[in-house]
Nanobody
Framework: QVQLVESGGGEVQAGGSLRLSCAAS????????TAWFRQAPGKEREFVAN????????SYADSVKGRFTISRDNAKNTVYLQMSSLRPEDTAVYYC????????????WGQGTQVTVSS
């Protein structure tokens, strides 16, 4: 029903910046919110940030507050994650997920994009 495609990952040195994109297609009108999650090797997937499509309300994990910014372009059906002051511990596969109105579970997922931060 909804397809998500991430892009923008890569390798960067500590202190650098990257911008990830999550492009949605299909029945995008059912999307209430989109979030970024990440999963490092040997660790569970963790929440990074989310944004509500209507109104733009955002929330962040404490570990990224002040360094990452989530935004959206509704006309392009795209959500961005601007990452600055990157640290080696930010290294992970980053996934975007979307959920519909009235549900808490993220039902739609992209394939992930690798972010590697070298020290």
């Amino acid at each position: 029903q909804v397809q998500l495609v991430e892009s923008g990952g890569g390798e960067v040195q500590a202190g650098g910046s990257l911008r990830l994109s999550c492009a949605a297609s299909g029945r995008t009108f059912i999307i209430y919110a989109t979030a970024w999650f990440r999963q490092a090797p040997g660790k569970e997937r963790e929440f990074v940030a989310n944004i509500v499509w209507n109104g733009g309300s955002t929330s962040y994990a404490d570990s990224v507050k002040g360094r990452f910014t989530i935004s959206r372009d509704n006309a392009k059906n795209t959500v961005y994650l601007q990452m600055s002051s990157l640290r080696p511990e930010d290294t992970a596969v980053y996934y975007c997920g979307s959920r519909g109105f009235g549900v808490t579970q993220y039902a739609y997922w992209g394939q992930g994009t690798q972010v590697t931060v070298s020290s």
